[in-house]
């Protein structure tokens, strides 16, 4: 398959008050292209840290991060903003679908800052983005108007829509009932076929249970990964 | 190109915010528009009242113009009267002679407010003796298709000739009837008309009269269009039986010698009138002084206000750029995670309040017309002869770009706060 990221040594503290918080404590990992993982762990455990560095969201104290060959440890805020609307797609636990747009709209927002998409191009990549997601029968519809299920499915159309090389869903089937969490999660393994890397974030285990390898973190580290 | 279409991007987003929240930016945008409204109504106001000034200042002559008027001796010099003759001729031949920087003297012998006569139809007007220099003093012409002015020979052999005022044409002849070359009777004296005045109209605004239309119609002007020009030779030996002036029109080669020329003319003078002053001299430099005082304190003062209303405007609009803001902490965050940059965000809240700017700056124009309009209108109550300020586009413009630039300076602090909010902490705000 071929690695997609590697991390050495990955540190991230905080100061808070007068203590600093080890949010990521020498954290070395290797993500292949296509995998389904799990980070798993409690708040505080430092898992939404390593998702926010490894989705070009933050940078580390320490550490070097090489990402498709490129050491991208230390990027500028621009250089950052290139690589989210470029490589990385990001699912969230409340959807965080933009109240005032379509459907469709919403699903090409991250095209609008690409200087390579027109707007018919834009439009065209959301409309198969949908498609995929099978959300195409909702094209106008304001989120509002979606239940839980549908609006996740639309905000998975949004993370795939700019054909990321990986995946972030935080929690994604945290809001949803039953019936839908199956129905997510198996959606979010089908992007594997496409070479897509899928990174569940969660401290739900039967989540976690669906992803072919698990990374467990406690403090700040990595306390087990293991293939299943 | 590319900034171009993320500008136009932009401008649209921000129209939406615009739709989406009416009443909100209705209200941002009222500073905005009573600050345009009373900026742009308030020029065109003031401007009309200077033009209207300008051309009252021009039409009394300029301000290179000298007028000199008879005036009753001082005490202390009554018991020498009859050393002096008073204002003729003989002043006009010295200053002539003496003061080369005094263009051209118009010497006046009034005749006197007359009846004048045209088969049957009669009009009374001011009947005056003039020469030929009173067209250049007084800035006035007669058109080429109108006949010609009172000329030397007509001074020289005392013909029995005149020139007639606009409003006079049009009181004493029906419009089908070209005057030229018809005769009137004045005091039972026979006068051929040799040419018609220009008609005075006054530019910049509209002038509303009483009277009705047509040649001669003019309010505040209408004096100006009055009036029967005969040659100076003539009204003193057919009508007035001396050669007494009743007046003298000077002008000044250029505005700059003003001063100067003032001295020269009443030291010339006092020496033609042995000593005497029964005369007495006046310019249009004082009044157009105080007007240039009374412009420059209403131009400060509404100037101002309008200003404050617009910096009030501009606070407006970033009070409620970052309230907006505020509630839209997670959009954008949302926006920076799926690939926003700090400064499409930037452009994206600056556009929003640039949108509203503008948009309230149109309002505020609408509502200016309206404003000039109500103020024309009592104004027209009150003097129905006044004028009536016209609108300008070029201050419509000013007032249009200046609600633009403050727009732009009130949406610039909360853009860049949007801007430079933190991703991560955005998407947690709750």
């Given at each position: ?30 993500f292949?292209?296509?995998?389904y ?26 550490g070097s ?19 989210r609307?470029?490589r ?45 997601v ?18 996740q499915r ?7 829509v ?7 869903a ?18 979010l ?27 467990s973190?406690?403090?700040g ?8 | ?42 020029v ?52 002539k002679?003496?003061i080369?920087?005094v263009?051209?003297v ?10 004048i ?12 003796g ?7 003093v007084?800035?006035?012409w ?8 009172i ?58 009269s009483?009277?009705?239309k047509?040649r ?34 000077l002008?000044v ?32 430099e ?37 309230a ?7 959009e ?28 309230g ?34 201050i419509?413009?000013?007032?249009l ?30």
């Amino acid at each position: 398959m071929g690695s997609l990221a590697t991390i050495r040594g990955l540190h991230k503290a905080y100061v808070m008050g007068d203590e600093t918080v080890h949010a990521l404590d020498g954290v070395d990992l290797n993500f292949d292209r296509g995998e389904y993982i799990a980070i798993l762990g409690p708040s505080g455990s430092g898992k939404s840290t390593l998702m926010h560095i490894l989705g070009f969201m933050d940078t580390p104290t320490k550490g070097s991060i090489l990402f498709e060959g490129e050491e991208v440890s230390n990027l500028s805020p621009d250089r950052r903003a290139w690589y989210r609307s470029n490589r990385v797609g990001f699912v969230f636990q409340s959807f965080n679908l933009l109240p005032r747009l379509s459907v469709l709209e919403n699903v090409a927002l991250p095209l609008l800052y690409r200087e390579d998409y027109t707007e018919d191009a834009r439009e065209e990549a959301a409309k198969i983005a949908l498609e995929r997601v099978g959300m195409s029968h909702r094209l106008t519809h304001r989120p509002t108007q979606l239940s839980g299920g549908e609006r996740q499915r639309v905000a998975i159309a949004r993370a795939i829509v700019a054909r990321p090389a990986i995946v972030f869903a935080d929690e994604p089937t945290g809001n949803l009932d039953v019936k839908n969490v199956d129905r997510i999660l198996d959606l979010l393994g089908s992007l594997l076929a496409e070479g897509i890397t899928v990174v569940l974030v969660t401290h739900d285990l039967s989540v976690a249970a669906k992803a072919k390898r698990v990374i467990s973190m406690r403090a700040g580290k990595v306390q087990e990964d293991r293939l299943q | 190109m590319k900034l171009l279409i993320r500008i136009r991007a932009a401008v649209i987003n921000g129209l939406r915010e615009l739709q989406a929240n009416k009443v909100r930016s209705l209200l941002s945008m009222s500073g905005i528009i009573l600050g345009v409204a009373s900026l742009v109504a308030m020029v065109t106001v003031v401007q009309g009242m200077v033009g209207n000034f300008r051309q009252f200042v021009d039409a009394m002559g300029g301000i290179e113009k000298i007028t000199v008027d008879k005036q009753s001796l001082p005490k202390e010099q009554e018991h020498l009267a009859e050393l002096s003759e008073g204002l003729t001729m003989r002043d006009v031949e010295q200053i002539k002679a003496t003061i080369p920087i005094v263009r051209y003297v118009s010497p006046e012998a009034r005749v006197g407010y007359e009846k004048i006569v045209w088969e049957g139809r009669e009009v009374n007007t001011m009947i005056n003796g003039v020469t030929p220099d009173w067209l250049p003093v007084a800035k006035r012409w007669v058109n080429p298709s109108e006949g010609r002015f009172i000329s030397d020979l007509d001074i020289l052999h005392k013909t029995d000739v005149c020139v007639l005022g606009s409003s006079i044409v049009a009181e004493l002849f029906p419009p089908n009837v070209d005057p030229l070359g018809k005769v009137i009777r004045v005091k039972g004296k026979r006068f051929i008309i040799i040419g018609l005045l220009n008609n005075i109209e006054a530019q910049g605004m509209e002038i509303r009269s009483a009277s009705g239309k047509g040649r001669g119609s003019g309010g505040m002007w209408r004096w100006r269009n009055s009036g029967v020009y005969i040659p100076i030779s003539t009204a003193m030996s057919k009508f007035n039986g001396n050669d007494r002036l009743s007046g003298l029109g000077l002008q000044v080669a250029t505005g700059d010698d003003l001063n100067y020329a003032v001295e020269q003319v009443e030291r010339t003078l006092l020496q033609t009138h042995n000593g005497l002053r029964d005369f007495t001299l006046t310019t249009n430099e004082q009044t157009l002084e105080d007007f240039r005082k009374t412009e420059v304190a209403f131009k400060l003062s509404l100037g101002g206000v309008a200003g404050i209303s617009l910096f009030v405007g501009g606070i407006g609009i970033m009070n409620v750029m970052l309230a907006s803001i505020n509630e839209r902490i997670r959009e954008i965050g949302v926006r920076k995670a799926v690939g926003a940059r700090g400064s499409d965000l930037f452009l994206q809240f600056l556009s929003e309040a640039a949108v509203i700017s503008v948009l309230g700056g149109l309002i505020g124009l609408v509502v200016s017309m309206g404003i000039v309009s109500i103020m024309n209108y009592v104004l027209m109550q009150a003097v129905p002869t006044g004028v009536v300020s016209k609108f300008d586009w070029i201050i419509m413009l000013q007032g249009l770009s200046f609600s633009v630039v403050v727009g732009l300076i009130a949406g610039v602090y909360p853009a860049i706060r949007a801007a430079s909010l933190d991703p991560i902490e955005a998407l947690r705000h709750e």
